[in-house]
């Protein structure tokens, strides 16, 4: 609905959609129904399910090792650093804590600014490096199909900024990728480049919450016409999809922003558009959809706070068929070249596989270590005084020490705050104002589209169930298997599920959040998706056991920074927190992580891993 006619941009990444996400499933078609002729054999445990193919097959999400390890850290199992850690013997001049974007533009920033000489470790908690900028591929018929797990757009940067420079520096020299072309011979539908709703016809579907069992669809998305709501409810709604004359901040720090900020987004929607709580919990909960929360409990300027980034103003959003996780891949290659096979190259690295032997050779100057969660850093002595410092880490049951010259946290606030021993009441207090909230990637690979072909959409959105929308997306041809792409073409339709619940602090709704998402076993995942998929498509010739090839979940239980207000500039006096930790380092320990900027975006993931390197390369370099 918001911008019919044109491409997606940073607002829409935003919203994701237009609409709010329900929360329970009122399902109609039963589990023997759903499950008779399954197709979606798990191939991990109960929880885990299926994982696809290819380098990421036992990646998905956190991993029941990443969760058992990070509750280790909460209960307090490594409160003093174990007697039996194993001294590997090894001291490096720079160990970064976390393998995602951040981390490995880090140890690539570091290797490049302290020099050839200067060794690096990188350790992370996955099965492989990336963190949110992680993939899924599917074998469907013989086509390989590709899905983003988390992190998944990215916008042409200005020609000349350090982030432009930086991608041409990893291989990205022209960040415009070209997509798959109509397949035809049905006539062509536009289908957008990204998962988001956008320039595409979509359709809103309204269920049983709004008194409608057999389910209204509605395409005018304009007017609401035919839509089961009242008339104020329609009029409000079509109010919210207006560009509305409210003041916009016009950098980060201006007075409008710092307003901003001692709101709620909630606060903000309701009187820039004139409308009523009720209506932005029911329908605009997704407005806050790139924070993880709904707007009552975010800053009202997250709904602004990407502008301060910098992407080019409507040069539209590209896509790797894989997201970001093509810039995760990009970094490694460049860091450790051996790490994918073939050249620096869009293509290889997107079509290659992992070398998992190539990172992490004896003697390299680079090295990423994986299933390694760091548990305990600490300087060895006096912070201000000490030489090193002590990182150890849990990998397959054993812990395990190493020393470094200096340290890099780019982990996230949700372990760095735990892990730092040492880590002075100043930081702490900064910490305990991030809020870190779950989110779910369901990835559902189905045989075909053509249900929602036959309905002149390529997307949709509804307000109850299982997630809130998806969209057919084109391809960039760099990884996908088939130049074009039709309504008979296999996909995968990426579902984001959310889990706000209205008029809770961000930290009970992270609880809450992660608490749904954990205890749900992958079956009833699977379940609530094929019957969603049932209900909404059933009577345009939707066959969950023969359309939907596969499912992974992507259970991510601290997905997004979700900063509440206060989080940008301030409260009650005291600085930003993100600006504290960003001042100085800790000794020999220097902060990263995109969640410092409160931007959930790959550019301040690498922006926060420079500022962070510089900060500690005086202490590397003097001797
Ligand atoms: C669902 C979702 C969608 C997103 N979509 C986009 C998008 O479209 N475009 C965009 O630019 N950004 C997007 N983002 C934001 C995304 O967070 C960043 O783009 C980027 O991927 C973050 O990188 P990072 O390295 O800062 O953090 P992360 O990706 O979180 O990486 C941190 C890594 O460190 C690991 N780690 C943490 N603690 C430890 C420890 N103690 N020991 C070892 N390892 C540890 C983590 O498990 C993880 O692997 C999205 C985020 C989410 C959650």
Same mark, same amino acid.
């Given at each position: 609905?918001?911008?019919?006619?044109?491409?997606?941009?940073?607002?829409? *990444?935003?919203?994701?959609?237009?609409?709010?996400?329900?929360?329970?499933?009122?399902?109609?078609?039963?589990?023997?129904?759903?499950?008779?002729?399954?197709?979606? #054999?798990?191939?991990?445990?109960?929880?885990?399910?299926?994982?696809?193919? &290819?380098?990421?097959?036992?990646?998905?999400?956190?991993?029941?090792?990443?969760?058992?390890?990070?509750?280790?850290?909460?209960?307090?199992?490594?409160?003093?650093?174990?007697?039996?850690?194993?001294?590997?013997?090894?001291?490096?001049?720079?160990?970064?804590?976390?393998?995602?974007?951040?981390?490995?533009?880090?140890?690539?920033?570091?290797?490049? $600014?302290?020099?050839?000489?200067?060794?690096?470790?990188? /350790?992370?908690?996955?099965?492989?490096?990336?963190?949110?900028?992680? @993939?899924?591929?599917?074998?469907?018929?013989?086509? @390989?199909?590709?899905?983003?797990?988390?992190?998944?757009?990215?916008?042409?940067?200005?020609?000349?900024?350090?982030?432009?420079?930086?991608?041409?520096?990893?291989?990205?020299?022209?960040?415009?990728?070209?997509?798959?072309?109509?397949?035809?011979?049905?006539?062509?539908?536009?289908?957008?480049?990204?998962?988001?709703?956008?320039?595409?016809?979509?359709?809103?579907?309204? &269920?049983? $919450?709004?008194?409608?069992?057999?389910?209204?669809?509605?395409?005018?998305?304009? $007017?609401?016409?035919? !839509? =089961?709501?009242?008339?104020?409810?329609?009029?409000?709604?079509? @109010?919210?999809?207006?560009?509305?004359?409210?003041?916009?901040?016009?950098? +980060?720090?201006?007075?409008?922003?710092?307003?901003?900020?001692?709101?709620?987004?909630?606060?903000?929607?309701?009187?820039?558009?004139?409308?009523? @709580?009720?209506?932005?919990? #029911? *329908?605009?909960?997704?407005?806050?959809?790139?924070?993880?929360?709904?707007?009552?409990?975010?800053?009202?300027?997250?709904?602004?706070?990407?502008?301060?980034?910098?992407?080019?103003?409507?040069?539209?959003?590209?896509?790797?068929?894989?997201?970001?996780?093509?810039?995760?891949?990009?970094?490694?290659?460049?860091?450790?070249?051996?790490?994918?096979?073939?050249?620096?190259? /869009?293509?290889?690295?997107?079509?290659?596989?992992?070398?998992?032997?190539?990172?992490?050779?004896?003697?390299?100057?680079?090295?990423?270590?994986? %299933?390694? #969660?760091?548990?305990?850093?600490?300087? %060895?002595?006096?912070?201000?005084?000490?030489?090193?410092?002590?990182?150890?880490?849990?990998?397959?049951?054993?812990?395990?020490?190493?020393?470094?010259?200096?340290?890099?946290?780019?982990?996230?606030?949700?372990?760095?705050?735990?892990?730092?021993?040492?880590?002075?009441?100043? +930081?702490?207090?900064?910490?305990?104002?991030?809020? +870190?909230?779950? !989110?779910?990637?369901?990835?559902?690979?189905?045989?075909?589209?053509?249900?929602?072909? $036959?309905?002149?959409?390529?997307?949709?959105?509804?307000?109850?169930?299982?997630?809130?929308?998806?969209?057919?997306?084109?391809?960039?041809?760099?990884?996908?298997?088939?130049?074009?792409?039709?309504?008979?073409?296999?996909?995968?339709?990426?579902?984001?599920?959310?889990? =706000?619940?209205?008029?809770?602090?961000?930290?009970?709704?992270?609880?809450?959040?992660?608490?749904?998402?954990?205890?749900?076993?992958?079956?009833?995942?699977?379940?609530?998706?094929?019957?969603?998929?049932?209900?909404?498509?059933?009577?345009?010739?939707?066959?969950?056991?023969?359309?939907?090839?596969?499912?992974?979940?992507?259970?991510?239980?601290?997905?997004?920074?979700?900063?509440?207000?206060?989080?940008?500039?301030?409260?009650?006096?005291?600085?930003?927190?993100?600006?504290?930790?960003?001042?100085?380092? *800790? &000794?020999?320990?220097?902060?990263?992580?995109?969640?410092?900027?409160?931007?959930?975006?790959?550019?301040?993931?690498?922006?926060?891993?420079?500022?962070?390197?510089?900060?500690?390369?005086?202490?590397?370099?003097? %001797?």
């Amino acid at each position: 609905m918001r911008g019919m006619n044109r491409d997606i941009t940073r607002r829409d *990444f935003l919203n994701g959609t237009l609409l709010g996400s329900g929360a329970l499933l009122l399902g109609s078609a039963s589990p023997s129904q759903l499950f008779a002729q399954a197709v979606t #054999t798990p191939s991990g445990d109960d929880w885990t399910g299926y994982g696809g193919v &290819g380098d990421y097959a036992n990646s998905n999400g956190n991993t029941n090792a990443v969760l058992e390890a990070g509750h280790q850290i909460r209960d307090g199992l490594f409160e003093s650093l174990p007697a039996t850690a194993i001294d590997t013997g090894e001291t490096y001049d720079c160990v970064v804590v976390g393998g995602g974007i951040s981390g490995l533009a880090a140890a690539l920033i570091f290797r490049r $600014k302290a020099g050839e000489g200067k060794t690096c470790l990188v /350790l992370d908690n996955h099965p492989i490096f990336g963190g949110e900028a992680k @993939r899924n591929e599917f074998l469907v018929d013989g086509q @390989r199909l590709i899905g983003h797990q988390g992190s998944a757009l990215f916008w042409p940067p200005y020609p000349h900024s350090f982030i432009a420079r930086f991608y041409e520096s990893i291989g990205l020299k022209v960040p415009r990728l070209e997509y798959q072309k109509w397949a035809g011979p049905a006539p062509e539908i536009p289908l957008t480049r990204t998962p988001y709703l956008g320039s595409a016809p979509y359709g809103l579907y309204f &269920g049983k $919450k709004f008194g409608q069992p057999q389910g209204v669809w509605v395409t005018d998305l304009k $007017k609401l016409e035919g !839509a =089961p709501i009242s008339a104020k409810t329609r009029e409000e709604l079509v @109010r919210s999809q207006s560009d509305q004359a409210a003041q916009k901040p016009l950098y +980060r720090g201006d007075a409008i922003s710092r307003r901003l900020d001692t709101i709620t987004l909630e606060e903000h929607l309701m009187e820039k558009y004139g409308i009523s @709580r009720e209506t932005v919990r #029911t *329908f605009l909960s997704d407005e806050g959809g790139g924070f993880g929360l709904g707007p009552d409990a975010l800053s009202g300027y997250t709904g602004y706070a990407f502008d301060g980034l910098g992407p080019i103003p409507d040069e539209g959003t590209e896509m790797f068929p894989d997201g970001n996780s093509g810039i995760a891949r990009l970094i490694a290659k460049t860091l450790i070249p051996e790490s994918i096979a073939g050249s620096p190259s /869009l293509e290889d690295v997107c079509r290659n596989h992992v070398n998992f032997a190539a990172l992490d050779r004896a003697g390299a100057a680079a090295r990423i270590r994986l %299933d390694s #969660t760091a548990v305990w850093v600490k300087h %060895d002595g006096d912070p201000a005084k000490s030489e090193s410092v002590t990182i150890a880490y849990t990998r397959g049951g054993k812990t395990y020490r190493v020393k470094a010259r200096s340290v890099v946290m780019a982990g996230g606030s949700w372990t760095t705050r735990h892990v730092v021993r040492d880590l002075p009441d100043d +930081r702490k207090e900064a910490y305990s104002q991030f809020y +870190r909230s779950p !989110a779910m990637v369901a990835n559902v690979a189905v045989r075909n589209w053509r249900f929602l072909y $036959k309905m002149g959409i390529s997307g949709c959105q509804w307000f109850e169930g299982v997630g809130s929308y998806l969209q057919v997306r084109k391809l960039a041809l760099c990884g996908a298997d088939s130049p074009t792409i039709g309504p008979d073409s296999p996909v995968v339709l990426a579902i984001k599920v959310l889990y =706000p619940y209205p008029g809770k602090t961000a930290e009970q709704q992270g609880h809450m959040g992660r608490g749904e998402m954990i205890s749900t076993p992958f079956r009833e995942y699977e379940r609530q998706i094929r019957q969603q998929f049932t209900e909404m498509f059933g009577r345009s010739g939707f066959d969950a056991a023969r359309d939907i090839a596969g499912i992974i979940l992507n259970r991510w239980g601290h997905a997004y920074a979700s900063p509440a207000p206060g989080f940008y500039f301030g409260k009650d006096g005291k600085p930003a927190p993100g600006e504290l930790l960003r001042a100085a380092p *800790f &000794g020999r320990i220097a902060f990263a992580n995109t969640d410092l900027s409160g931007m959930p975006d790959h550019k301040s993931s690498i922006i926060e891993a420079d500022r962070a390197v510089e900060q500690l390369l005086n202490l590397v370099l003097a %001797d």
